[in-house]
């Protein structure tokens, strides 16, 4: 079973109540495509003593999105590394060869559920000429911890591949979202919002 990497490049921030920007405002957007509207569920595993968290990873199991399957995120320079593998029907642990990118940290411990984030995701897409460059999503989002359970509301920009078009784009969408009063996020994940409950 293959395993694919990224670098993901994002901003998230904490909208409240607002109301999704218009992102015309910004001259590398030419366009705005969406929202279209996923269910997304995520199963998230650590070890006993949190050896994951700790080193500031995450290892899940998400259905619902564009891309099903286990992902494991791990720190990256200027963004974070997200390993991606397709879950076969029925499988409850992650597969071999993506569970050997954190095996030195987790060695022998048994990973276990820790939280369960569901999310309505609302999912734009910004286009530079043709090409899109930003994801822009609206996530509704309820996490579970330990039998207890809270519900808030996330936006993140994310760049989609590297070029200049998608570096100035997502600045500037970035910009869009804070000139409309919404502040970062100062939860790094949704799982560190969860754990938190």
């Known amino acids: 079973m293959s395993v ?3 670098l993901e490049v994002e901003l ?16 590398a957007i030419d366009a ?20 994951l968290s700790r080193n500031k990873i995450t290892l899940r199991r998400r259905t619902g ?7 494991v995120k791990l720190p990256g320079n200027g963004g974070r590394v997200e390993l991606h593998s397709p879950a076969s029907q029925g499988e409850q642990s992650p597969p071999a060869q993506l569970l050997a990118h954190v095996a030195d940290l987790v060695g022998d411990s048994e990973l276990v559920e820790v939280a369960r984030i569901d999310n ?13 460059v930003v994801e822009f999503v609206d996530d509704h989002v309820t996490g579970y911890h330990q039998g207890r359970s809270r519900s808030w509301r996330e936006w993140e920009c994310e760049r989609i591949g590297n070029s200049p078009a998608a570096i100035t784009a997502f600045d500037q969408a970035c910009s869009v ?13 949704k799982l560190a919002q969860a754990l938190a409950i």
């Not at 998230?12 to 001259?27: C, R, T």
């Not at 999105?65 to 992902?71: A, F, P, R, V, Y």
């Not at 979202?177 to 994940?189: D, H, L, Q, Y």
Request: aromatic residues 8%.
């Open 4 to 6: 694919e990497s990224n």
């Open 12 to 27: 998230k921030f904490s909208p409240g109540d607002a109301e999704v920007p218009d992102f015309s405002a910004a001259a």
């Open 32 to 51: 705005v495509s969406g929202p279209v509207i996923r269910h997304l569920s995520a199963l998230y595993f650590d070890t006993a003593d949190a050896v």
């Open 65 to 71: 999105g564009k891309d099903d399957g286990w992902h």
């Open 120 to 132: 309505e995701r609302h999912e734009y897409v910004l286009i530079s000429g043709d090409c899109p």
């Open 177 to 189: 979202v804070r000139s409309a009063g919404v502040p970062e996020s100062s939860n790094p994940s």
